[in-house]
């Protein structure tokens, strides 16, 4: 992997799960990593501590996604603590990853349901796309978490599968947009990840058993699958590869 000492990195809803491993990671491989959570501190302060425990680097910033001004409460909280912390302005590596996934088929979710997953997975990652970007130097590196729900149909999860549709789109757009100043922009398409986000739905040997077999390798995702891959596309490795959609589903519905 590239070494990416010197860069700074915001990962968003890197509290727990699949962003807790990527700001690890990132850490490992010697970046700056500004923890994001958005309510739940005590998972916030439990990952940064693990970062600092391997020797990495890091600081927390708290903002509530999916309300107004929210991106710019979390990039006003970005400056100041990257201040605090003594580290120069900028930013070089942005993952957008903070995600909601309200369950319901279209005659189940209601307008409330649906204007907070779009609010919260498809509004908040645009505007912190658009302040991150005015930071964001030269070469940088813009990541986007999407979903196995755009390309293979899950009617149980509709407004989901929507708002990250419209990530993907953002992705392909912001790529050709960005060429010029050397940015890249990609996005990662996970399946079933062992997080608490799907933990209902493996709540069962037999639940479980059914989603690993959706794999070739007949297993559930680890959050690790998707961190070490992240960590390629936020490296100079990926230098020549933007506006994709990578599947990291472990060859899952083949």
Same mark, same amino acid.
């Given at each position: 992997?590239?070494?990416?000492?010197?860069?700074?990195?915001?990962?968003?809803?890197?509290?727990?799960?699949?962003?807790?491993?990527?700001?690890?990671?990132?850490a490992h491989d010697g970046a700056l990593v500004a923890v994001h959570y958005g309510s739940n501190d005590s998972a916030a302060k439990e990952a940064l501590d693990s970062i600092r425990a391997a020797g990495g680097q890091g600081f927390l910033i708290g903002a509530?996604?999916?309300?107004?001004?929210?991106?710019?409460?979390?990039?006003?909280?970005?400056?100041?603590?990257?201040?605090?912390?003594?580290?120069?302005?900028?930013?070089?590596?942005?993952?957008?990853?903070?995600?909601?996934?309200?369950?319901?088929?279209?005659?189940?979710?209601?307008p409330e349901e649906f204007d907070r997953t779009i609010a919260i997975n498809t509004k908040a990652p645009f505007f912190i796309a658009q302040h991150g970007l005015r930071r964001m130097r030269d070469g940088g590196r813009l990541i986007n978490i999407s979903s196995?729900?755009?390309?293979?149909?899950?009617?149980?999860?509709?407004?989901?599968?929507?708002?990250?549709?419209?990530?993907?789109?953002?992705?392909?757009?912001?790529?050709?947009?960005?060429?010029?100043?050397?940015?890249?922009?990609?996005?990662?398409?996970?399946?079933? &990840?062992?997080?608490?986000?799907?933990?209902?739905?493996?709540?069962?040997?037999?639940?479980?058993?059914?989603?690993?077999?959706?794999?070739?390798?007949?297993?559930?995702?680890?959050?690790?699958? &998707?961190?070490?891959?992240?960590?390629?596309?936020?490296?100079?490795?990926?230098?020549? &590869?933007?506006?994709?959609?990578?599947?990291?589903?472990?060859?899952?519905?083949?």
């Amino acid at each position: 992997m590239g070494d990416l000492k010197g860069k700074t990195a915001l990962v968003t809803g890197s509290s727990r799960g699949i962003g807790r491993s990527i700001a690890q990671r990132l850490a490992h491989d010697g970046a700056l990593v500004a923890v994001h959570y958005g309510s739940n501190d005590s998972a916030a302060k439990e990952a940064l501590d693990s970062i600092r425990a391997a020797g990495g680097q890091g600081f927390l910033i708290g903002a509530e996604l999916g309300v107004p001004g929210d991106a710019e409460a979390l990039f006003a909280a970005f400056d100041a603590e990257l201040a605090a912390y003594g580290a120069e302005p900028g930013l070089d590596i942005l993952v957008n990853n903070a995600a909601i996934s309200l369950p319901g088929h279209i005659g189940d979710v209601t307008p409330e349901e649906f204007d907070r997953t779009i609010a919260i997975n498809t509004k908040a990652p645009f505007f912190i796309a658009q302040h991150g970007l005015r930071r964001m130097r030269d070469g940088g590196r813009l990541i986007n978490i999407s979903s196995a729900v755009t390309t293979t149909a899950f009617p149980s999860t509709i407004a989901y599968a929507l708002s990250k549709g419209a990530v993907e789109t953002m992705t392909l757009t912001l790529a050709k947009d960005l060429g010029e100043r050397g940015i890249t922009v990609n996005t990662l398409a996970p399946g079933f &990840i062992e997080t608490d986000m799907n933990a209902a739905m493996r709540a069962t040997p037999e639940a479980h058993a059914a989603l690993a077999a959706l794999s070739v390798f007949n297993r559930l995702g680890k959050p690790a699958d &998707i961190a070490d891959v992240t960590a390629f596309l936020a490296s100079d490795d990926s230098r020549w &590869i933007t506006g994709q959609r990578i599947d990291v589903t472990g060859g899952s519905m083949l």
